[in-house]
Every structure is written in structure tokens, then in C-alpha cells.
């Protein structure tokens, strides 16, 4: 008798979360239930992504549905080439979700949260230019940097932080992360951990509210369940697999929209681990030893391109860099140059050691693991011994490889910068290369497209030479919806996990 009760309030919260109001367990009419992972926090100060975060918050600028740069809480903008400063002019009548009025000091203190070593933000590389933020009045803010920054708009797209509410809180650990307070189009209702995040929308909203009334983010982080629920209506909305999608396709009361990215796949080598200090010579091996489009049309149903670099969806790609084409008889080649020989087990050893690496999957992730197996066993198949798992826990400085996932549809130096450069906040993979941090410094220190173009060019081909990833392919994204769901724009680039496509939910209506 004692488990009747948890079970009868289990039954209870199912049901609530699954937002029914009649038959069918079909959502509310006015009710958008999108399919979402989990979140232990939101955190958009510290942490690079994030699809809640432009619902809850606002940066100075923002991106339009061309990621382009636009207004957002900064109506208007100058830039200062004597000075190498940016001023803001800001909306003047912006409140937070708790009635307190938005100023130019709550920018000075994010961006400075941001900035601060000691409270490990993904985003600090973004801001590193930066020497001075003076509030010069409540709706006046200038940023003053140590060199040119031609990202820097798009960076300001950051979202801005309540002062009052986090100052002197820990920026990692703080509860207000639990319970976020922005400026954004929805606020916060209730969060269910585990089970729901319930935004209403913001009838204050500085841009004017929004036509759907509220939007839930059911977390639903099994793929297959995703598609369960699309088809059971329990859901307007959900990103799934091109598999997935294809019991949608041509469907009465379903939309399919098949959105590029920006988001690339591959194989990060951790330079951290001593593995590689010793074995940096096998990459370009692994590299060859990758039959790229075979993984992209198994896995994902060709819903993509294959992986050279990570550019290809920008306009500052350089097309004409070492490839490594899929050529089993070149990797053996490599290997054999580098001194590797065959052992009795059909594997290349040197000095005793086989040549092999455990690659590691984030977990929840089917796609990343079905590419990592696939490649796994394309690396056996020309003896390199690869081995997969799924750790609990993501060991970014232990870990021999990952398979990662990134990409940014914005400015080129948004994810290379920070990813590739030495000692940056996203470097993952330990990756150091003096020439790389040249190429990337001259490209974001120059508004000339001609310069970045020469510099983002030699970039690609320094990292194409010395790999810092074996790249797969780039995954598009494919969206299903509800016929009632109106305002999706179909036409934009998306970015890492498909992050993008409510960029415009204000627009969007539910019949």
C-alpha cells in the first residue's frame, strides 16, 4: 500500500505535463509542447547553448531569420575607430520579469560576469577584447576594446542578466539559474525537474507580446519517444531524426521542415590525454580511414553534406584544403610510413603499442553513437583498433577521443576563435597550434573581407594539416509539427543541436 500513492501522484503529473485537455492526450489549444532535452540550469552567461535561452532573455542585438545582426535590447549603435569603441543606446522602457526596470548597469555586470576567470564561462573568449564597459547613463553603455573585433555585434547578442537579483552570486552555483528572470517574450511559470519547463508568455514584453499564450519544453531526451508522443499528439513540436521523420512525411496533421545547419560531426582528439602527444602522427590516418558518405547516408538518410572543416556553411570556407578523402589504402600507407606494422591480431602496433583509441559518446545522443560505431568500425577495418563507450559522465581532460558535435551560423569567428585557439574557453580538445592563433587573430582584428577571407583560408589549411578533429559530416535538422503551428521560417540556417529556429516565436500562432 505504501507505493499506491507515488504511483497514483506519478499518474497525476504525466498527465499534467502532457498538457491534455481532452481526448487523445492532444495538447491545449493556445499550449505549445515542444520536445526538449533536459537542463540541469539556465545558464546563458556561462554556457554556450541553449534553445530556451532567447525565450527567457535578451541581448543587446539579436539575429534575424538571415543571422544577420539586428536590435534588440540596443536600439542603436555606434562604433568609435579612435577609440576602438562601441556605444549602445538602449530601450528605455524594458522591464524585468519581476517589474524591475532594465538598465545599462545590468549589461556592464554581465558582460563583466562573463569576462571574470574565475567564473569559467564557454562564452569569456568572445569578450577578451574588452578594456573598459562605462555606463554613462541608465540607458547608455560603451564597451572600449584592446583591438578590432568584427564579431563583436554578433556577440552582443549575449544575453543580458538581472544585476539585482545575481550580483554577489555564484555564477555557476547560484539558485536564480533554477529560477531565471529575464527581459525575454516568455517568463518563467513552473519547472518540474526532469519533466517540464512551462513558460508564459510576457504581456510586457518591450516588443510586443506574443500570439501563443504558453509554451512548454516537455523533456522528452529519448529520440524514439519523441516521435511516439509527435505522432500521439502529445506534442506541437519536435526536432527528430531523418529517420524518425520519415513516418511524418506527407502525413494529414503534420508539417516536415527539412532546415540546413551549420552543425558538424566528428571525431575530437583530446590533446590532453598523453595518447596523443605521442601519437599525433596517426590522425591523418584516421582521417583517411572514414567513409564519410556512408555514415551520412546510413545514419542520417544523406540529411547533410560530408566534413572537411568547420566552415563549410560560411562564407569565409575555403574549399581547396586537404580533404582526406575515404581511402583505406592511403591510411595504411600513413601508418606504415609513421612505422606502424601489422600484429598477429591483424592490428598496427609501434614500439609495442597497437594503434587504437576509445571513443567516447555523450549519452542520450543515437545519432552520435550510431556515427561513432560506424566509424569505429571503418578504423578496425583498416587496424586501427577503435573501441566505443558512453561514459556517465563526459571527461573532457581524461577522455582519449569524443565524438563532438558543433557549428555556428553566424560569424566566422564565432565557434573557431574559441574552439581552436589556444587556452580558449571551448578548446575541448586541448588543441594548440601557433599558426592557427594567428590566422584566427588576423581574421577577427579586420572588418576588410578580403583580409579574413586570406586569413580564415590559411586557418583551414593549417588545420586541415594538422587535424584537431577528423570531421564526419554536417546534420541537418529536421522539424516536425502540428498543422496548427503557423510561423516557422523554414529558410533559416540553423546551428548546433538545429538551436535557432525560435528566433521569430513571437510571430508564431497556434490554431
Do not use: W
Given at each position: 500500500m505504501k507505493r499506491t500513492l507515488p504511483l497514483m501522484l506519478a499518474a497525476l503529473l504525466l498527465l499534467g505535463?502532457?498538457?491534455?485537455?481532452?481526448?487523445?492526450?492532444?495538447?491545449?489549444?493556445?499550449?505549445?509542447?515542444?520536445?526538449?532535452?533536459?537542463?540541469?540550469?539556465?545558464?546563458?552567461?556561462?554556457?554556450?547553448?541553449?534553445?530556451?535561452?532567447?525565450?527567457?532573455?535578451?541581448?543587446?542585438?539579436?539575429h534575424d531569420g538571415g543571422n544577420q545582426v539586428i536590435p534588440g535590447l540596443a536600439k542603436a549603435w555606434e562604433f568609435d575607430n579612435e577609440s576602438c569603441s562601441y556605444t549602445f543606446h538602449l530601450e528605455e522602457n524594458v522591464k524585468w520579469h519581476d517589474g524591475?526596470?532594465?538598465?545599462?548597469?545590468d549589461v556592464k555586470f554581465t558582460i563583466e560576469a562573463i569576462m571574470d576567470p574565475e567564473n569559467g564561462s564557454e562564452n569569456a573568449p568572445n569578450f577578451e577584447d574588452v578594456e573598459e564597459i562605462t555606463v554613462v547613463d541608465g540607458h547608455t553603455v560603451t564597451f572600449r576594446l584592446s583591438a578590432p573585433n568584427v564579431a563583436f555585434l554578433d556577440y552582443m547578442a549575449m544575453a543580458v542578466l538581472p544585476r539585482h537579483l545575481l550580483e554577489g552570486e555564484n555564477m555557476q552555483e547560484s539558485d536564480f539559474f533554477r529560477a531565471p528572470v529575464g527581459t525575454g517574450p516568455y517568463k518563467l511559470e513552473s519547472w518540474d525537474e526532469g519533466q517540464a519547463i512551462t513558460l508564459v508568455k510576457n504581456e510586457e514584453y518591450f516588443q510586443g507580446p506574443a500570439n501563443i499564450e504558453k509554451i512548454i519544453f516537455k523533456i522528452v531526451p529519448d529520440d524514439n519517444a519523441k516521435a511516439?508522443?509527435?505522432?500521439?499528439?502529445?506534442?506541437?513540436?519536435?526536432?527528430?531524426?531523418?529517420?524518425?521523420?520519415?513516418?511524418?512525411?506527407?502525413?494529414?496533421?503534420?508539417?516536415?521542415?527539412?532546415?540546413?545547419?551549420?552543425?558538424?560531426?566528428?571525431?575530437?582528439?583530446n590533446f590532453q590525454n598523453p595518447y596523443w602527444t605521442e601519437n599525433r602522427d596517426l590522425i591523418p590516418a584516421v582521417c583517411c580511414a572514414i567513409d564519410r558518405q556512408a555514415i551520412l547516408d546510413a545514419v542520417v538518410l544523406g540529411r547533410g553534406v560530408t566534413a572537411y572543416g568547420p566552415l563549410q556553411r560560411n562564407i569565409y570556407n575555403n574549399e581547396n584544403?586537404?580533404?582526406?578523402?575515404?581511402?583505406?589504402?592511403?591510411?595504411?600507407?600513413?601508418?606504415?610510413?609513421?612505422?606502424?606494422?601489422?600484429?598477429?591480431?591483424?592490428?598496427?602496433?609501434?614500439?609495442?603499442?597497437?594503434?587504437?583509441?576509445?571513443?567516447?559518446?555523450?549519452a542520450g545522443d543515437q545519432v552520435r553513437l550510431d556515427m561513432a560505431q560506424a566509424a569505429a568500425q571503418q578504423l578496425q577495418a583498416v587496424g586501427i583498433r577503435c573501441t566505443v563507450e558512453v561514459p556517465a559522465k563526459v571527461d573532457w581532460g581524461g577522455q582519449m577521443a569524443y565524438l563532438i558535435g558543433w557549428g555556428s551560423p553566424f560569424d566566422a569567428d564565432d565557434h573557431t576563435y574559441k574552439v581552436f585557439g589556444t587556452g580558449k574557453g571551448a578548446n575541448y580538445s586541448g588543441y594548440s597550434n601557433p599558426l592557427v592563433d594567428q590566422y584566427l587573430a588576423e581574421a577577427r582584428q579586420s572588418d576588410d573581407p578580403a583580409v579574413r577571407k586570406e586569413a580564415y583560408a590559411n586557418f583551414q589549411a593549417v588545420l586541415a594539416e594538422d587535424p584537431a578533429f577528423a570531421f564526419i559530416c554536417y546534420v541537418d535538422a529536421d522539424y516536425v509539427a502540428s498543422t496548427r503551428l503557423k510561423g516557422i521560417a523554414p529558410g533559416t540556417v540553423l546551428g548546433h543541436h538545429g538551436v535557432g529556429i525560435f528566433w521569430n516565436v513571437t510571430q508564431w500562432t497556434l490554431e
Open positions: 505535463l502532457t498538457a491534455c485537455a481532452g481526448t487523445g492526450g492532444r495538447a491545449d489549444a493556445g499550449v505549445l509542447v515542444y520536445a526538449s532535452g533536459d537542463y540541469t540550469r539556465i545558464n546563458p552567461a556561462m554556457d554556450e547553448h541553449g534553445e530556451i535561452n532567447i525565450l527567457l532573455f535578451n541581448g543587446l542585438t539579436a524591475e526596470p532594465f538598465t545599462a548597469s511516439v508522443q509527435m505522432q500521439s499528439g502529445e506534442l506541437t513540436l519536435a526536432h527528430l531524426t531523418p529517420k524518425d521523420t520519415q513516418n511524418f512525411l506527407e502525413k494529414d496533421g503534420f508539417a516536415v521542415y527539412e532546415m540546413k545547419t551549420s552543425d558538424y560531426r566528428g571525431i575530437l582528439f584544403v586537404e580533404r582526406y578523402d575515404y581511402d583505406p589504402a592511403r591510411a595504411r600507407s600513413i601508418l606504415e610510413e609513421a612505422g606502424f606494422a601489422l600484429n598477429a591480431d591483424g592490428f598496427y602496433e609501434r614500439g609495442g603499442e597497437e594503434a587504437g583509441f576509445v571513443l567516447s559518446v555523450g
